[in-house]
């Protein structure tokens, strides 16, 4: 079993940009064996820094809930905030090297937020934020489609009650009239989408 601590170099480029956040995320799977084998453990145990053990595992899930998931501030204030240590900065540097053990510097790419302290990724905890990410866009786009597939709908029973059975059927018509709605922020009525089909192009124009 391989060690809890992996090394991706002193700094890396991390896979989430700025802004992939999963801040209703309430779980993330933990490898049993390979915690209970990890030299951070044994280490811990044999020199008596337990606690830094129980800090180690709170971060971890402190991170899961940042801006990029899976990453820490490098910042000791926030870190002693986010580690149960309050104000007590102090107490905190004293458990921080153990703490932050596999914490490496990462660059995180997009259009970084202000006053935002330099990010620490984890070799470990990076593909779980990575999986849990793609959960979240895969549950997203469901979503979309779901809620297109009603609009599209919609339009088509709004452009059958105006008359236009024809146009209904045409997949290019529906799409244009439902995408314009959506684009100006209308409800699907039947006035709406009369004048959504005049506004588009190669539509002709409805008569009631």
Known sequence: MGDLIEDAGEYWVYRLRWGD??????????????????SMLAEALFEGRRGEVLTAIMLWCKAMKQD?????PDDDVQLAQMAG?????AAWRAVRAGALRG???VEIEGERPRARAPRLGHPFI????????GRKLGRQQSREATDLAVRRSRVKAKLR????GR????????????????????????????AATEACAGVPRLVK
Do not use: C
């Not at 240590?85 to 900065?89: E, F, H, P, R």
């Not at 990076?126 to 990410?133: D, G, I, N, Q, R």
């Open 21 to 38: 956040t999963i801040t209703n995320y309430e779980w993330m799977p933990f490898h049993i064996d390979r915690f209970l084998d990890s």
């Open 68 to 72: 990029p998931a899976g990453t820490l």
């Open 85 to 89: 240590y309050g104000k007590d900065v």
């Open 103 to 105: 914490w490496q510097p």
């Open 126 to 133: 990076e593909p779980l934020a990575v999986k849990a990410m």
């Open 161 to 164: 009650a105006l008359g236009n």
């Open 167 to 194: 146009m209904a059927e045409s997949a290019n018509v529906v799409d244009s009239v439902t995408a314009w709605l959506y684009q100006h922020e209308l409800y699907i009525t039947e006035d709406n989408v009369r």
